[in-house]
């Protein structure tokens, strides 16, 4: 659960002891995660909790956001271990931060395709937070709706720059 006095601030604001190590709290793999790293929301959801993670391996890239944990619908389940399992590339993606741009293209236009057939969505605003370990979608109601049980879990959220995260095994 989130501290009171955090809820509502901007997520560079907060000190960083207030943030727990790891983003997923379920040991289970893969995982999804509601999560939005500029605002921490106003909620009553316990479900909540300040995360940081190391996201770029050896880059020492530290990723801070609030998160919320999501069941993943089981039907979907396979595919969306495909994609933390980083069946979209033939790049390994530990060396993501060291590709070229044109590399990263290839990785980006690969992903894309991947959850074009699973019929999910990415805007550009989120594809550049692709990582090694975090593999994002847009949280929209109906990629929610696609991807889990938790429906209810933009509720009464009113925050710009919320993003779902799919992480694999090695969060």
Same mark, same amino acid.
């Given at each position: 659960?989130?501290?009171?006095?955090?809820?509502?601030?901007?997520?560079?604001?907060?000190?960083?002891?207030?943030?727990? =190590?790891? %983003?997923? #709290?379920?040991?289970?793999?893969?995982?999804?995660? %509601?999560?939005?790293?500029?605002?921490?929301?106003?909620?009553?959801?316990?479900?909540?909790? %300040?995360?940081? =993670?190391?996201?770029?391996?050896?880059?020492?890239?530290?990723?801070? @956001? @609030?998160?919320?944990?999501?069941?993943? #619908?089981?039907?979907?389940?396979? @595919?969306?271990?495909?994609?933390?399992?980083?069946?979209?590339?033939?790049?390994?993606?530990?060396?993501?931060?060291?590709?070229?741009?044109?590399?990263? =293209?290839?990785?980006?236009?690969?992903?894309?395709?991947?959850?074009?057939? !699973?019929?999910?969505? !990415?805007?550009?605003?989120?594809?550049?937070?692709?990582?090694?370990? %975090?593999?994002?979608?847009?949280?929209?109601?109906?990629?929610?709706?696609?991807?889990?049980?938790?429906?209810?879990?933009?509720?009464?959220?009113?925050?710009?720059?919320?993003?779902?995260?799919?992480?694999?095994?090695?969060?």
């Amino acid at each position: 659960m989130i501290e009171a006095r955090y809820q509502g601030k901007p997520i560079n604001s907060i000190p960083e002891e207030a943030f727990a =190590e790891g %983003l997923s #709290r379920s040991g289970l793999s893969p995982v999804l995660l %509601l999560a939005s790293p500029t605002t921490v929301p106003i909620t009553t959801d316990e479900r909540w909790w %300040l995360a940081k =993670e190391n996201v770029s391996g050896h880059y020492g890239r530290i990723f801070y @956001a @609030a998160v919320r944990e999501l069941v993943i #619908r089981s039907e979907i389940l396979s @595919a969306v271990g495909g994609i933390s399992d980083e069946n979209f590339t033939s790049e390994h993606m530990g060396y993501f931060e060291r590709l070229t741009s044109d590399e990263k =293209e290839v990785v980006f236009s690969d992903y894309l395709r991947t959850l074009a057939e !699973c019929g999910l969505t !990415c805007t550009a605003n989120n594809l550049v937070k692709l990582t090694q370990d %975090l593999y994002p979608i847009d949280a929209t109601p109906d990629n929610i709706r696609k991807l889990s049980t938790d429906r209810d879990a933009l509720n009464e959220l009113h925050i710009d720059g919320m993003v779902l995260f799919i992480t694999g095994p090695a969060l």
